[in-house]
């Protein structure tokens, strides 16, 4: 399985930089998250997560809704200091966003269920932070999969982050919540 997260999605256009996450970054809900020793200033990013469903190369922007019927919200967190430090060093940033158990995932639910009008937003202790609205329209979603399955086959069960919030820091003690129409879908304690 693999993990393409892409960054800096502007809708409807090619994304042109996206990475892989490794499968240990992955974590289930109802765990909580620890603030790595190596990175203490982290910050959570919302975003939307794509379950692939067949087979795909190089898959046209207007076939896109065909290569996925699930939908999960996460939250992944990422060390934006050590990031910035690593890249003005001129070093590959990866340490920064590719660290054990730093993208958290609620269940997967039907795409269908999360097309409304109610936004996904993102709480910290009870405050909304941040907020998308799933929006699964060839233009958004489409230009993400032609992009990736350009470079990448795509195969049952991978995973697309077609684009993040941006970051809110993150402290010991905080609690993390994402709601869709006042339920619950992910509730993370940071440890």
Do not use: C
Not at 19 to 44: M, Q, R
Not at 119 to 124: A, E, N, R, T, V
Request: charged share 25%.
């Amino acid at each position: 399985m693999k993990t393409f997260v892409v960054e800096n999605n502007i809708k409807g256009k090619l994304p042109e930089f996206w990475y892989h996450l490794p499968d240990s970054v992955i974590t289930n809900p109802g765990k909580p998250f620890y603030i790595p020793e190596f990175a203490p200033h982290i910050e959570a990013h919302l975003t939307l997560v794509l379950k692939v469903n067949r087979l795909g190369k190089s898959i046209a922007q207007r076939f896109a809704e065909r290569y996925f019927s699930e939908v999960a919200v996460g939250v992944h967190f990422r060390a934006s200091e050590l990031r910035k430090q690593l890249i003005d060093k001129g070093l590959p940033a990866d340490k920064s966003w590719a660290f054990d158990r730093s993208l958290i995932l609620s269940d997967f639910y039907p795409k269908d269920t999360f097309l409304t009008d109610s936004p996904i937003s993102l709480l910290k202790n009870g405050v909304i932070e941040k907020e998308i609205l799933p929006d699964f329209s060839n233009d958004a979603i489409g230009a993400v999969f032609q992009a990736v399955s350009n470079a990448n086959t795509l195969k049952i069960g991978d995973l697309l982050l077609p684009y993040l919030s941006e970051g809110i820091k993150v402290d010991i003690n905080d609690v993390i919540e994402l709601k869709k129409a006042n339920k619950t879908l992910l509730r993370i304690e940071i440890k």
